[in-house]
């Protein structure tokens, strides 16, 4: 361990905040409170729980209640969501798509099911998402404009999208992003898979990409079994994104017609029953998660070479998965403190591998990815449950 | 209405088989009538509702127990598991995948996730599955072996995998076509998203092809909501199966590592919960499907110019979707039929449209689909709900 850092401090820190007497503290785990059991039963008693069934659109409608956004489409994951949201934002094969290496897989991964190509870019060290004054540098260098479309001068391929990923929930500077896909002709798609209660500027994120994706996985802030949600403000893009949600079957009371080649990616309505209920309870999460966040941030204030992520000014932030940052990047230091820390049943992790390292993601076009590859040895996620604020005060 | 065809004799026999005094009668719906409460209880009671928990596991063992598979993996729906199955039997961009044309839409939209050509093979009379024979006299003018592989003369394409759908539950003569497949190295995959309970030879089906798919979306014979199932029974394509349906992740307890273009189609524990329970009944649901077929059949006996599709003598079928063929094509018959029956509260649909005339697949390559044209105007589905036989009893 380093000079600098101490980890019997760091370990001090985390069980001042973590409850005591504890086995095991999980990263993120669900917590049902509230009428998950009621609403289920009710799919059971009635008999609608697969696509149909009144628990999705109500799903739906609370959903675009919470965020803002005009039209959601609830769907199997935040994967699913992702990819619907590309197609619908015009991503074609052979299309290159820019997203921030520092993600996780399954946001390369919908672009491949596209038949596109993801195009990495580096992070910035505030929100740990992608650096957009580092890429409107690059696009200067490599793109150029021809009528509307944005085209790699290396590759020859159209740069169709940009993916925006809100990183353990901590919005990125949407409004010089914005600006910067205006100017370039991108379509701006957010993964806001971590990010569901966080707010850039007062305005909930997933409104400012023309589609956004979150997600309900089991290690989510809300969770609905498996599941996922399209937010969008444009009605043809909703109305799309549903259809092709949906098989892409045109409506008649018998007949089975198709005018896309579709996905069968609806939400069941026995998972969006847990979402109403899981929704119902988000705002106390939120409340629970950010005050959790605090007493980290208290905590390690004191502790010299490393820094807890706090939102940015410019947002509120869902707190998703707290995150610890190395001052200096070290793998050693950084696994070390993994091992300790799992080893004392504190669940913790590392950021995500790198995309481009990836060998199936290897040959990718990419920027310069300095940032990402020292963020990659700086960043450890804490134990970050809704109910561990709660549990302290048993 | 044509003058072999008398449909107050058609309508009667239905009412004779069906339930009185109900406002409607579904095509297909479930029935919740053991332990689903319980298990989903226990997934909320533990917070294991998501990809891990114990009743993914269990079942997966159940289904092994069931269909005598020796690997069974859980996934989101049966268009996942089709995807699958095809990328792990090694469809590849470009490669053509035979199918019926008469079949749902995702049969063909998993060939296309694949990014592979779909390949238009026509239909028989007994089963409504493809046609072996003609298949045989077919890729006798078209296919050309090269070391390894079958490749189509015409498009130069390899042809790489067939797969058999068991339209309604009616499993398709399995044995000639193995030894077809055998011949012309193609790959046997099993569409048997409507045939959970349908043994051909007293083996359950799914078990012919390297790699199966089974659903249990909501008008299937049980359901979880929104699921399916991959059957296999080789170690490595059920290992690789499993992989790739969970982001194709390394195993290590922190790090992220994926050597796959994974898929997020892992079968929520919440899901599985419904399908252990609805399995448990799956032995009673078939046996009341059966009698409720035994009576349609009697019941339509007399009536000239319609047959009830029965099981093919080498086959037990789970009569998934009772159906009505008419002994003569003719559009205006059978949309007449299904008009009638709709309006007075029957469900009933035609089999689905021909997927070469989706003009999405209009421009694939296909043989003389003459007689799956025909069957278009011929086939009428029935209610086919395991409730409905007891319901005549109340």
């Known amino acids: 361990m380093s000079q600098q850092l101490d980890s019997s401090k760091i370990i001090a820190a985390m069980q001042s905040v973590l409850p005591k007497n504890e086995l095991l503290i999980p990263l993120h785990e669900p917590v049902f409170g509230g009428n998950e059991w009621a609403y289920v039963k009710d799919c059971l008693d009635t008999g ?38 590309l197609i619908v934002s015009g991503v074609a094969a052979n299309d290159e798509v820019l997203l921030p290496t520092l993600t996780f897989v399954a946001t390369a991964n919908a672009v491949r099911y596209c038949g596109a190509v993801p195009h990495f870019i580096d992070s910035e060290e505030q929100t740990l998402g992608l650096d957009t004054a580092k890429l409107e540098d690059y696009l200067g260098r490599v793109a150029r404009l021809e009528a509307d479309d944005c085209i790699n001068k290396y590759t020859g391929r159209r740069i169709k999208a940009l993916i925006a990923m809100h990183t353990f929930g901590h ?8 600006e910067l896909c205006k100017r370039y002709k991108l379509e701006l798609v957010e993964d806001a898979a971590e990010a569901l209660g966080s707010f850039y500027k007062s305005r909930h994120v997933g409104n400012f990409g023309r589609m956004s994706a979150i997600s309900f996985n089991g290690n989510k802030i809300m969770t609905t079994g498996g599941g996922g949600v399209i937010l969008t403000n444009e009605a043809p893009l ?19 017609n198709h005018d896309y080649v579709g996905y069968n990616y609806r939400m069941p309505n026995l998972n969006a029953a847990v979402g109403c209920a899981q929704l119902e309870q988000l705002p106390g999460f939120l409340q629970a998660k950010r005050a959790l966040a605090d007493r980290y941030k208290q905590s390690f204030s004191q502790i010299n070479g490393v820094t807890f992520l706090s939102e940015p000014g410019y947002a509120q932030s869902n707190y998703w998965l707290n995150a610890l940052v190395l001052d200096k990047p070290d793998r050693a230091v950084r696994d070390l403190l993994l091992k300790i820390t799992n080893d004392i049943g504190f669940m913790t992790r590392p950021c ?13 076009p990419a920027m310069d990815l300095s940032m990402a590859e020292k963020l990659e040895d700086r960043i450890m996620n804490l134990p970050s449950s809704a109910n561990l604020y709660v549990k302290e005060h048993d």
Chains 1, 2 share one sequence.
């Open 171 to 178: 919005p990125v500077d949407l409004d010089p992003l914005l």
């Open 352 to 364: 995500w591998t790198l995309l481009h390292r990836l060998p199936i993601y290897h040959d990718c």
């Open 48 to 85: 609608w729980v697969s696509s149909k069934g009144r628990y999705v659109e109500w799903f739906e409608n609370q959903m675009t209640a919470f965020t803002g956004a005009k039209y959601a489409v609830a769907v199997v994951n935040g994967t699913a969501a992702l990819h619907i949201s």
């Open 238 to 256: 909703a109305q799309m994104a549903k259809h092709l949600t949906t098989t892409a079957k045109l409506p008649h009371p018998w007949e089975y």
